[in-house]
């Protein structure tokens, strides 16, 4: 029964992903983007020395960056999904098991992810011909990603088990991908400082550096590097494939042991009240909605209200002050620069970060709960409503303003001299502005059109083009060539948020 | 709007559509829809599942454009002057869509002060909606943790905090107990003595023929009836029809009724022991009939102008089948 439900659930994932137009157009933009990195490769290969390691190399990148995306949205989904559209309960009804459950939802996405990677066997056939990498490099080089895959795969069927929502499963995705691939720089950066102060012996760094180099051979970051060196002669089943493997199995075998537990009592879906539920019903009852009351409601159940806002700004001004200690004790000169630009940097990264998180939510959220319809009869327009809604997410990047301001405040020459001129003066500033406001209105569209991933889909939507276009052109383009590329994407950004408006006004009505 | 203003709309219809279609890709909801919707009344909106109702709903409270066709809303075209309509207008649709993290205070307040309401007279409006819909104990409840027909309260309040002239209401009774729909059911009443205009779509067919004024028959994207509900159950396929109630039931009341010139059917009333009679009026009327019935030597207690069930109605008007 376990394995017939499993193949039902298989055979029914596949039948809908062939039946998608999506899935195929998917597959043909990756086989071109590979496409266009062999034509180019083609075009100069008088400036590489192997070219086919090159064209390789940077396919590798690429699937290694999708299946990262893969794992933040597409593996760590498989379960909560059901949870939240209430029908895993059906299927436990229908007698699958719960291994029988996990399989049926995990494996059609491996097998996507597989047929993904298959799509370039052609195009590394191509890679061999122009020269500078071996079959065993490419097949070590596609076990260590397929590895890696299965790793997603389990990882996702784990905390997709144990998370009630998609996007708590897929921030701690995001999470412990985050601090897997930083925690060798940070080992390595602790053992240099350590032994600097003399507070460890040179036995001691090594080992530290030893650690650090064995937790970077877990992922593809640091195995693909090796696999590409020229006369690569290792074994494809590596410390990596190996950890990845075992690690994705036994995250699978969690997933299993703990499904009763965190399945058990199928909760009513609904829309988390958050930050709001720390008040008292006496406290909600008093309190007054504003006169702007789309503000007000987005300000309060989106992003949590002024609790929230305090507890981010406590959170930010807490740990940049423990990195400006750090930073007293370890430079000597311009300290105060030091701090002032490590607090811009970080906050500017975070503002980076949230800003596609909430915008991806503003509309979600209320198509997720049957809401925009009541939302879009108020006498209003939609413009003006998704305005009130920008307006009521903005307190939320008040805590990364306020810590930004601080540092400006405390290193003005370089926020003058580097940040402001850098992003405001330069042409390269404005273009990856541009870039970026492009990559959040293509976020916000994807976000109604799609249930999950709309930030890694709309990242990838930009960035890729924008990788092909600086690894290829964009290397020597002038500044009229960026200029002309920054009013495009300006025109392009204007025309998806016209989309966007004509999309709600046809979801209103649906 | 002023009282003098009000009263010369009352006249006029609320709600008036002319020649609307309208497809979704190829497939037509609407095909040439006409009809009107007299002012303060209440008026049913039936027709099977699929029949463009949901449709007819969403066209005239602005959530969809007609692609053909004009719909008015007490004069106003809802294609051109969509946000003086809305202000007019609450439409409960027939999916809970309701923001459940909310305090049921919180999320009418929500509401009141969208639609522009400062928070003085909001606290008064809301205390009358509130009471209106049976909901003051509630005020602080989590809307998630109510039971349906609370939830239903609650959208029907939230219709409400803007005092529109027109409700229109998808499905309101749909999932609800037999106490929660009675008392939907007089909170509508209640409303309809406010003189608000009220459009209600619905499926349980007794309840609308008790309370409404008038009703539109829609099957297959087309409008099957439009009228009075009087009419509707009065109205016969072919010829006029009447209930004959004898003392005592009687066998061969049919052959002794039938024998008589320009009757045309004789019908047994299941469930009691009365016949419908229907007759040719060219031949004979009613008077007729009735005299036919005492010579034939019938003791008639009750002779009245037989009324079809709505169900009836409803089952003539339509087709079977979906499209």
């Given at each position: 029964?376990?394995?017939?439900?499993?193949?039902?659930?298989?055979?029914?994932?596949?039948?809908?992903?062939?039946?998608?137009?999506?899935?195929?157009?998917?597959?043909?933009?990756?086989?071109?983007?590979i496409l266009l990195f062999v034509v180019q490769v083609q075009?100069d290969i008088s400036n590489y020395n192997a070219p086919g390691r090159d064209v390789f190399r940077s396919m590798c990148w690429v699937n290694f960056?999708?299946?990262?995306?893969?794992?933040?949205?597409?593996?760590?989904?498989?379960?909560?999904?059901?949870?939240?559209?209430?029908?895993?309960?059906?299927?436990?009804?229908?007698?699958?098991?719960?291994?029988?459950?996990?399989?049926?939802?995990?494996?059609?996405?491996?097998?996507?992810?597989?047929?993904?990677l298959s799509?370039q066997l052609p195009f590394t056939i191509l890679a061999i011909t122009l020269g500078g990498v071996s079959i065993d490099q490419i097949f070590a080089a596609y076990v260590a990603l397929l590895?890696?895959?299965?790793?997603?795969?389990?990882?996702?069927?784990?905390?997709?088990?144990?998370?009630?929502?998609?996007?708590?499963?897929?921030?701690?995705?995001?999470?412990?991908?985050?601090?897997?691939?930083?925690?060798?720089?940070?080992?390595?950066?602790?053992?240099?400082?350590?032994?600097?102060?003399?507070?460890?012996?040179?036995?001691?760094?090594?080992?530290?550096?030893?650690?650090?180099?064995?937790?970077?051979?877990?992922?593809p970051?640091?195995s693909l590097d090796v696999i590409l060196t020229t006369g690569f002669n290792g074994n494809p089943?590596s410390?990596?494939?190996?950890?990845?493997?075992?690690?994705?199995?036994?995250?699978?075998?969690?997933?299993?042991?703990?499904?009763?537990?965190?399945?058990?009592?199928?909760?009513?879906?609904?829309?988390?009240?958050?930050?709001?539920?720390?008040?008292?019903?006496?406290?909600?009852?008093?309190?007054?909605?504003?006169?702007?009351?789309?503000?007000?409601?987005?300000?309060?159940?989106?992003?949590?209200?002024?609790?929230?806002?305090?507890?981010?700004?406590?959170?930010?001004?807490?740990?940049?002050?423990?990195?400006?200690?750090?930073?007293?004790?370890?430079?000597?000169?311009?300290?105060?620069?030091?701090?002032?630009?490590?607090?811009?940097?970080?906050?500017?990264?975070?503002?980076?970060?949230?800003?596609?998180?909430?915008?991806?939510?503003?509309?979600?959220?209320?198509?997720?709960?049957?809401?925009?319809?009541?939302?879009?009869?108020?006498?209003?327009?939609?413009?003006?409503?998704?305005?009130?809604?920008?307006?009521?997410?903005?307190?939320?990047?008040?805590?990364?303003?306020?810590?930004?301001?601080?540092?400006?405040?405390?290193?003005?020459?370089?926020?003058?001299?580097?940040?402001?001129?850098?992003?405001?003066?330069?042409?390269?500033?404005?273009?990856?502005?541009?870039?970026?406001?492009?990559?959040?209105?293509?976020?916000?569209?994807?976000?109604?059109?799609?249930?999950?991933?709309?930030?890694?889909?709309?990242?990838?939507?930009?960035?890729?083009?924008?990788?092909?276009?600086?690894a290829?052109?964009?290397?020597?383009?002038?500044?009229?060539?960026?200029?002309?590329?920054?009013?495009?994407?300006?025109?392009?950004?204007?025309?998806?948020?016209?989309?966007?408006?004509?999309?709600?006004?046809?979801?209103?009505?649906? | 709007?002023?009282?003098?203003?009000?009263?010369?709309?009352?006249?006029?219809?609320?709600?008036?559509?002319?020649?609307?279609?309208?497809?979704?890709?190829?497939?037509?909801?609407?095909?040439?829809?006409?009809?009107?919707?007299?002012?303060?009344?209440?008026?049913?909106?039936?027709?099977?599942?699929?029949?463009?109702?949901?449709?007819?709903?969403?066209?005239?409270?602005?959530?969809?454009?007609?692609?053909?066709?004009?719909?008015?809303?007490?004069?106003?075209?809802?294609?051109?002057?969509?946000?003086?309509?809305?202000?007019?207008?609450?439409?409960?649709?027939?999916?809970?869509?309701?923001?459940?993290?909310?305090?049921?205070?919180?999320?009418?307040?929500?509401?009141?002060?969208?639609?522009?309401?400062?928070?003085?007279?909001?606290?008064?409006?809301?205390?009358?909606?509130?009471?209106?819909?049976?909901?003051?104990?509630?005020?602080?409840?989590?809307?998630?943790?109510?039971?349906?027909?609370?939830?239903?309260?609650?959208?029907?309040?939230?219709?409400?905090?803007?005092?529109?002239?027109?409700?229109?209401?998808?499905?309101?009774?749909?999932?609800?107990?037999?106490?929660?729909?009675?008392?939907?059911?007089?909170?509508?009443?209640?409303?309809?003595?406010?003189?608000?205009?009220?459009?209600?779509?619905?499926?349980?067919?007794?309840?609308?023929?008790?309370?409404?004024?008038?009703?539109?028959?829609?099957?297959?994207?087309?409008?099957?009836?439009?009228?009075?509900?009087?009419?509707?159950?009065?109205?016969?396929?072919?010829?006029?029809?009447?209930?004959?109630?004898?003392?005592?039931?009687?066998?061969?009341?049919?052959?002794?009724?039938?024998?008589?010139?320009?009757?045309?059917?004789?019908?047994?009333?299941?469930?009691?022991?009365?016949?419908?009679?229907?007759?040719?009026?060219?031949?004979?009327?009613?008077?007729?009939?009735?005299?036919?019935?005492?010579?034939?030597?019938?003791?008639?207690?009750?002779?009245?102008?037989?009324?079809?069930?709505?169900?009836?109605?409803?089952?003539?008007?339509?087709?079977?089948?979906?499209?």
């Amino acid at each position: 029964m376990a394995v017939r439900g499993t193949f039902a659930l298989v055979e029914r994932a596949m039948r809908v992903d062939t039946r998608l137009a999506r899935t195929h157009l998917i597959r043909l933009g990756f086989a071109t983007l590979i496409l266009l990195f062999v034509v180019q490769v083609q075009r100069d290969i008088s400036n590489y020395n192997a070219p086919g390691r090159d064209v390789f190399r940077s396919m590798c990148w690429v699937n290694f960056f999708l299946l990262n995306l893969a794992g933040v949205s597409f593996f760590s989904t498989v379960i909560t999904e059901e949870k939240e559209e209430l029908t895993l309960g059906l299927l436990r009804m229908a007698g699958i098991s719960p291994v029988g459950i996990l399989l049926g939802k995990v494996t059609p996405r491996l097998l996507g992810v597989v047929l993904l990677l298959s799509v370039q066997l052609p195009f590394t056939i191509l890679a061999i011909t122009l020269g500078g990498v071996s079959i065993d490099q490419i097949f070590a080089a596609y076990v260590a990603l397929l590895a890696f895959a299965v790793l997603m795969a389990g990882m996702g069927a784990f905390l997709s088990t144990v998370c009630a929502r998609s996007s708590l499963a897929a921030s701690l995705t995001t999470t412990v991908l985050a601090t897997v691939f930083i925690t060798p720089y940070l080992l390595r950066d602790f053992g240099r400082e350590m032994y600097r102060d003399k507070e460890i012996s040179v036995t001691t760094r090594e080992a530290i550096y030893e650690a650090a180099e064995t937790v970077a051979q877990t992922t593809p970051l640091g195995s693909l590097d090796v696999i590409l060196t020229t006369g690569f002669n290792g074994n494809p089943l590596s410390f990596q494939v190996l950890v990845d493997l075992s690690c994705g199995v036994v995250f699978f075998l969690f997933a299993w042991l703990l499904f009763d537990v965190f399945t058990r009592n199928e909760a009513v879906s609904t829309p988390a009240r958050g930050m709001m539920a720390m008040f008292s019903k006496r406290v909600a009852s008093q309190s007054r909605v504003w006169n702007h009351a789309i503000v007000w409601k987005d300000f309060n159940f989106l992003t949590g209200g002024v609790t929230a806002v305090v507890i981010k700004l406590l959170a930010y001004s807490i740990l940049m002050g423990a990195m400006s200690v750090m930073i007293s004790k370890r430079v000597r000169t311009d300290v105060s620069d030091n701090v002032g630009a490590t607090l811009m940097a970080s906050m500017l990264t975070a503002l980076i970060v949230e800003i596609p998180i909430y915008l991806s939510r503003l509309f979600r959220e209320e198509l997720r709960w049957q809401t925009w319809s009541c939302l879009t009869l108020l006498p209003k327009t939609t413009t003006r409503v998704a305005l009130g809604k920008l307006a009521g997410v903005a307190p939320a990047f008040l805590p990364a303003i306020i810590v930004f301001v601080v540092g400006a405040l405390i290193a003005p020459k370089f926020f003058e001299n580097y940040l402001f001129k850098r992003i405001f003066i330069r042409e390269d500033g404005w273009y990856w502005m541009l870039q970026y406001l492009l990559a959040v209105h293509v976020i916000v569209l994807l976000s109604l059109v799609v249930k999950w991933g709309a930030v890694p889909f709309g990242i990838s939507v930009v960035v890729v083009p924008n990788v092909i276009f600086m690894a290829t052109a964009g290397r020597n383009a002038s500044n009229i060539t960026l200029a002309t590329i920054g009013v495009c994407t300006f025109v392009l950004a204007i025309f998806i948020q016209w989309l966007i408006i004509r999309q709600l006004k046809t979801l209103a009505a649906t | 709007m002023t009282s003098t203003q009000k009263q010369s709309e009352s006249d006029k219809p609320a709600v008036v559509l002319r020649g609307v279609q309208h497809s979704f890709r190829k497939f037509k909801a609407l095909v040439d829809i006409n009809f009107d919707v007299p002012s303060q009344s209440l008026h049913g909106f039936v027709g099977p599942n699929g029949a463009g109702k949901t449709t007819v709903l969403k066209l005239i409270c602005t959530l969809l454009k007609p692609q053909t066709g004009k719909v008015e809303v007490f004069g106003r075209d809802v294609a051109i002057d969509y946000l003086a309509v809305r202000r007019r207008l609450g439409f409960m649709p027939d999916h809970f869509s309701m923001y459940r993290q909310m305090t049921v205070y919180e999320y009418l307040d929500f509401f009141a002060a969208a639609y522009g309401l400062p928070v003085e007279t909001r606290t008064k409006v809301l205390d009358d909606v509130l009471e209106l819909t049976d909901m003051s104990g509630k005020r602080t409840d989590l809307i998630n943790g109510l039971s349906r027909g609370m939830q239903q309260r609650v959208g029907l309040a939230r219709v409400l905090v803007n005092d529109p002239d027109i409700l229109l209401l998808d499905e309101p009774a749909s999932g609800l107990d037999p106490r929660a729909r009675i008392e939907l059911m007089d909170v509508l009443r209640a409303l309809r003595s406010m003189g608000k205009t009220i459009i209600i779509s619905s499926h349980i067919l007794s309840e609308l023929a008790e309370l409404c004024d008038s009703v539109t028959v829609i099957d297959r994207g087309t409008i099957r009836y439009c009228g009075t509900m009087q009419e509707l159950l009065d109205h016969q396929a072919d010829y006029p029809t009447y209930r004959l109630t004898p003392s005592e039931p009687l066998n061969g009341l049919r052959e002794k009724l039938g024998e008589s010139t320009g009757i045309i059917s004789i019908e047994e009333v299941e469930g009691s022991h009365d016949v419908r009679v229907a007759f040719d009026p060219e031949q004979i009327d009613s008077n007729g009939v009735l005299r036919a019935a005492m010579d034939a030597g019938i003791t008639v207690t009750g002779f009245s102008r037989a009324q079809r069930h709505l169900n009836q109605a409803f089952m003539d008007l339509t087709e079977k089948g979906v499209r």
